[in-house]
Nanobody, 118 residues
Framework: QVQLVESGGGLVQAGGSLTLSCAAS????????MGWYRQAPGQQREFVAR???????NYALFVKGRFSISRDNARNTVALQMNSLKPEDTAVYYC????????????WGQGTQVTVSS
């Protein structure tokens, strides 16, 4: 089992920045990947970004260089730096953990709300 705890959500004005953090604990496997998904009201959960344990990254197209994902393997943490935020970025952001590099997530955090006001 892996537990994920997110932090860092909140309310920000359009054009502002936020950093989300997620700490993993439990049975952490080598070769895993961690990432972020989001879900807006009435929408399906969608992929945002992910990073493997050896540092390879993937981003959703709508990120367009605005978001940056990073991780600290020693602390089993992952962070999502979000810049130039837009109202359409408003959503609940979920941390994810996959036991192998690019598999679909096996574990989810509880989610953290990000609200971007116009």
């Amino acid at each position: 089992q892996v537990q994920l705890v997110e932090s860092g959500g909140g309310l920000v004005q359009a054009g502002g920045s936020l950093t989300l953090s997620c700490a993993a604990s439990g049975s952490i496997a080598s070769g895993n990947s961690m990432g972020w998904y989001r879900q807006a009201p009435g929408q399906q959960r969608e992929f945002v970004a992910r990073i493997s344990s050896d540092g390879f990254t993937n981003y959703a197209l709508f990120v367009k260089g605005r978001f940056s994902i990073s991780r600290d393997n020693a602390r089993n943490t992952v962070a999502l730096q979000m810049n130039s935020l837009k109202p359409e970025d408003t959503a609940v952001y979920y941390c994810s953990y996959s036991v192998s590099r690019w598999s679909t997530p096996n574990y989810w955090g509880q989610g953290t709300q990000v609200t971007v006001s116009s």
